[in-house]
């Protein structure tokens, strides 16, 4: 069966440090990954996705940037960290049932002071 | 633009049945989900609509009318365990999902 991973769980960083997201996924091949971000009391925002290796599409502007240097491995990074970018972040693979269904990780607090 | 609608808290007893409502309107419509989310935990699928009707699964149900730009997800016999936020979203035409911010439910003795 598929599992998807992510760590840390949470993190407590200070402004201006670099920040390093790490998802990954087993038991499948060729996935659609996903970033998400949900801020408290808000929608899931969509950060990035990537269709395959190297392949990174970003949705929104911002510090962070993802890679994917691995088929079943997603990162999320950023050089210098904002307050804004506190939040819940989430990575998620989709399904390959008709659906489109999304699993997602366990999720990574993170509280920039 | 694209938006998707939901109340942001109700509050229901133990026992009883709860209705929650989501209206939308997107670019393209290829389904809408329900996810439940425990507070501090990642959203776990509930249930999917594509064709207008009910879905039922167990406690749980989902209603989608496509013309009204509108659903619901029906909880019957509410158990304490039930209290979470309840996440709708509508996959648009390029079948990326559009999040409406949750509906937190409260649920008392």
């Known amino acids: 069966s598929q599992t998807i991973h992510q760590w840390p769980a949470t993190l407590v960083q200070p402004v201006g440090s670099p920040l390093s997201l790490e998802c990954t996924v087993e038991?499948?091949?060729?996935?659609?990954l996903y970033w998400y971000r949900q801020a408290a009391g808000r929608g899931l925002q969509l950060l990035f996705y990537s269709v395959g290796i190297g392949q990174i599409s970003s949705e929104v502007p911002q510090n962070l940037s993802a890679s994917r240097p691995q088929d079943r491995q997603f990162i999320l990074s950023s050089k210098k960290l904002l307050l804004s970018d506190s939040g819940f972040y989430l990575c998620a693979w989709r399904g390959f049932q008709d659906t489109g269904e999304l699993f997602f990780g366990e999720g990574s607090r993170l509280t920039v002071l | 633009g694209q938006n998707i609608d939901q109340p942001t808290e109700m509050t229901a007893t133990e026992g009883a049945i709860v209705q929650i409502n989501c209206t939308y309107q997107t670019s393209g419509f290829n389904g809408l989900f329900w996810y439940q989310q425990h507070a501090g935990e990642a959203p776990t699928f509930l249930s999917y609509n594509v064709l207008d009707g009910l879905e039922e699964k167990g406690r749980f149900s989902s209603f989608l009318s496509r013309s009204k730009g509108y659903s619901y997800l029906l909880l019957k016999e509410l158990q304490m365990k039930d209290s979470a936020s309840y996440l709708c979203a509508v996959s648009d035409s390029n079948y990326q999902l559009i999040w409406g911010a949750g509906t937190k439910l409260i649920i008392k003795p």
């Open positions: 038991g499948t091949s060729n996935p659609n």
